[in-house]
């Protein structure tokens, strides 16, 4: 698997019936992210976001070091979590990086297995497999540590038959707050040091079983000042995609090392999550205060030139600022926020796909500008 591959699915089955999925992947159980203040972020992404509350585990549940707030909407599930005390070690993730995403949880048949044959490849143990049962059964956890200190856990939950994870109860509070139509995870981001995409590209080929989707260079990814290289990993399913990023040289500081900076090291950039209307997702989002980066009108002037005929029109998706681009499978609706933190790490992409696979390499350009265009008023370009 060592050969560059296109969008065709069937070169991807080809490629994963040719070797036995050796970490079978039923897709992204949760995300948890390490925030300031949980149970204020929980407000911001039900509000915001539109994601319903579900679980909570704390000192009402008899968790004495930490808060932790579940939101779901669609099968996305996230989890913000704080620590309650000085020496709570969650403290030194949040003093170095901010808030952002610890764990991007996958949701396995098999744990223990996962982590043996990924330890046995080479990945570095967050922590070894462990059962945790209460009375709707048991689920089995394993770890391995990724890029920067995200970690994978790894979480087989077919003997568990409650409404979350063990320690965790219901939580169903008066405000809840109007679904906005996201349905799950497309994709999710890491940002990489200088040098380091291809370790990583090779950590998720050779550990994790993973093959390379797409790739592309700095020579397609480069505005005057900002320029980025990206791979893209994706799982035997196809359920899971993971690009990876690193800077690349350019006039200016590009908009990865900005991240590198702030965050202090590799993580997650963003998560981007699908709807099947984002017209109205993203509409329902800027009414309740998301903030997007926008193109110039100027983009909405040639697109339909690069991108031909789309089903929506364009004057919605121009007021919006959402961004097309098309592939040989279709076409695809995509826009960005800006950093959901004060640190310009974190953001969050909406996408609708429309049989494209890709993830609009050709709005790279408009967004980059964007971006620039930010990083010049926070000073850091
Ligand atoms: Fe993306």
Redesign the pocket.
């Known amino acids: 698997m060592t050969q560059k591959f296109d969008n065709s699915t069937l070169q991807l089955e080809k490629v994963f019936s040719e070797a036995e999925d050796f970490l079978p992947i039923n897709g992204t159980d949760y995300v948890e992210l390490y925030v300031g203040n949980a149970k204020q972020a929980a407000l911001y992404y039900m509000t915001a976001f539109g994601f319903q509350p579900m679980a909570y585990a704390g000192l009402e549940t008899g968790i004495k070091d930490k808060a932790s707030y579940v939101l779901q909407q669609g099968k996305i599930r996230l989890i913000l979590t704080s620590p309650m005390s000085a020496d709570h070690p969650i403290n030194d993730h949040l003093r170095k990086h901010g808030d952002g995403v610890k764990y991007v949880a996958l949701w396995v048949d098999d744990a223990t297995k996962s982590w043996e044959e990924t330890t046995k490849r080479g990945a570095v143990s967050e922590f070894e497999p462990k059962k945790v049962v209460d009375s709707n059964g048991e689920v089995v956890y394993s770890a391995i540590k990724t890029y920067g200190e995200t970690v994978h856990i790894f979480v087989e939950r077919k003997n568990y038959n409650g409404l979350f994870l063990p320690g965790y109860k219901t939580w169903n509070p008066e405000y809840q707050p109007k679904d906005m139509g996201l349905k799950y995870i497309?994709?999710m981001?890491g940002n990489v040091g200088w040098n380091e995409m291809n370790t990583w590209v090779d950590f998720y080929k050779r550990i994790m079983g993973f093959a390379q989707l797409v790739s592309f260079d700095d020579k397609d990814i480069s505005t005057d000042y900002t320029a980025l290289m990206s791979k893209v990993m994706t799982n035997g399913n196809g359920r899971i995609k993971f690009?990876i990023n690193e800077p690349a040289e350019g006039k200016k500081k590009s908009q990865i090392e900005e991240y590198l900076d702030f965050y202090g090291g590799a993580g997650v950039q963003?998560i981007?999550v699908a709807t099947d209307n984002i017209i109205e997702t993203v509409t329902a989002m800027r009414d309740r205060g998301v903030e997007f980066l926008r193109v110039p009108a100027t983009y909405y002037e040639t697109v339909l030139d690069r991108v031909g005929t789309i089903d929506e029109d364009l004057k919605p998706l121009s007021e919006l600022g959402i961004l097309i681009d098309r592939d040989d499978e279709g076409y695809l609706l995509?826009i960005?926020t800006k950093p959901v933190c004060d640190r310009p790490t974190l953001f969050f992409?909406i996408?609708q796909r429309k049989g494209a696979k890709s993830?609009?390499k050709g709005n790279f350009k408009a967004l980059f500008e964007a971006i620039e265009r930010e990083q010049e008023v926070r000073g850091t370009l």
């Open positions: 497309d994709h981001v690009p963003h981007a995509q960005f992409e996408i993830f609009g």
